[in-house]
C-alpha cells in the first residue's frame, strides 16, 4: 500500500502487465465475455484469453461492462483493505460505457472518494496511463490534482494498430463494409487509432502487411518528435514478433527521442474479440 493509502484500479481493457498490476496493488475489474449459450465469463477470472482465442472457430463471443454491482464492490473492498480514495482508469468512454458506469458508483460511494480517469483509449495504451497512474500515487500526488494530471497523460499517450484479417473488425461494426471488401481484394490494412472523443478512426491506410507495420513505426516516430523522452509499448499476442518491432522502434525513434522504456503488452481477450488474433499494435507516450 502507497503512504496515501490511494488505491488504483482499472479495468480489464487496458491490458495493465499483470507484473506490475501484483507488484502495485492495482485492483482490476473484469470487463464479461457472452457466449450465444448464456454461459457468462469474467476476462482473466474465469476465462483465459488462450481459451477465448481457442474457441474462435467455433464461436466470436461479444463482451460487456462489469456490473455495478462488481465495481461498487471492489471499491468497498479497497475501503476495506486500508486505503482511503481510489483513482479509477479506464478504457476509453467512446468505446465502452465503462467509465460510464464506473463514474456512477463512483458518485454514490461515501467517504470515499474516487477520481475517474477516462484514458480515450484501450489495451496498452490505456494500460500506461494505469502504469503512469501508480506511478504518481506513489509519487505523492493528492488525490485532488491526479485527475488534471492524468487527463494530460492520456492527451501524450497514442495508440496504433493493425490487424492481418479484417473480419473481426467487419462483425464488430469498426469498419464499414466498404473498406471490408476494398481492403480484402487490394491487400489493403487500415491501421487504426483512437481519436480525440476515444474512437477508433482509421490512422492511414497501408497495402500489405509489412507495410502496415512499418507505418505504425511511422506513426509512432511521428509522436516522438514532440518529446524529448517517450515510453513505447508493443502489443501483440503472438508475441515471437517482439524482438523485431523493437528493433525497428529504436531505429526510428532513437534518433529524436530517449526511449525510457519498451514495454511488451499482451492483449487480453476484451480487445481481441472485436480484433482478431491477429492484431499488432503499437503505443506511445511523451514524457
Not at 466470436?60 to 483493505?81: F, G, H, W, Y
Not at 463512483?106 to 472518494?113: C, I, K, T, V
Not at 480484402?184 to 497501408?206: F, H
Not at 503499437?282 to 514524457?287: I, K, N, S, Y
Amino acid at each position: 500500500m502507497n503512504k496515501q493509502r490511494i488505491a488504483v484500479i482499472t479495468d480489464s481493457g487496458t491490458d495493465t502487465p499483470e507484473e506490475f498490476v501484483a507488484a502495485h496493488d492495482v485492483r482490476v475489474v473484469p470487463l464479461r465475455i457472452n457466449y450465444s449459450d448464456g454461459s457468462t465469463y469474467e476476462n482473466g477470472v474465469s476465462i483465459t484469453t488462450e481459451e477465448v482465442v481457442r474457441r474462435f472457430g467455433e464461436e466470436v463471443p461479444t463482451t460487456s461492462l462489469p456490473s455495478p454491482m462488481k465495481i461498487a464492490d471492489t471499491l468497498e473492498q479497497a475501503r476495506r483493505d486500508g486505503y482511503v480514495g481510489a483513482v479509477f482508469v479506464t478504457i476509453s468512454s467512446g468505446l465502452s460505457a465503462t467509465h460510464e458506469t464506473v463514474s456512477m458508483v463512483a458518485r454514490q460511494m461515501e467517504d470515499f472518494p474516487v477520481v475517474v480517469v477516462d484514458t480515450r483509449s484501450i489495451g496498452g495504451a490505456a494500460g500506461m496511463v494505469v502504469m503512469e497512474a501508480v506511478r504518481q500515487v506513489e509519487a505523492g500526488m493528492p488525490l485532488e490534482s491526479i485527475g488534471s494530471v492524468l487527463a494530460g497523460v492520456s492527451e501524450r499517450t497514442h495508440v496504433y494498430f493493425a490487424v492481418q484479417k479484417l473480419d473481426f473488425l467487419r462483425k464488430g461494426g469498426r469498419i464499414s463494409e466498404t473498406v471490408y471488401r476494398v481492403g480484402s481484394a487490394l491487400n489493403i490494412k487500415p491501421v487504426l487509432t483512437c481519436s480525440e472523443e476515444g474512437k477508433y478512426v482509421i490512422a492511414k491506410k497501408a497495402r500489405g502487411w509489412r507495410r502496415a507495420l512499418d507505418t505504425e513505426v511511422e506513426l509512432v516516430a511521428a509522436h516522438a518528435r514532440e518529446h524529448r523522452e517517450v515510453r513505447l509499448g508493443i502489443c501483440s499476442y503472438d508475441t515471437s514478433v517482439y524482438d523485431e518491432l523493437e528493433a525497428r522502434l529504436r531505429e526510428r525513434v532513437e534518433p529524436v527521442s530517449r526511449i525510457v522504456e519498451v514495454l511488451r503488452l499482451s492483449i487480453s481477450a476484451d480487445l481481441l474479440v472485436h480484433t482478431g488474433p491477429t492484431l499488432v499494435g503499437m503505443a506511445v507516450q511523451g514524457l
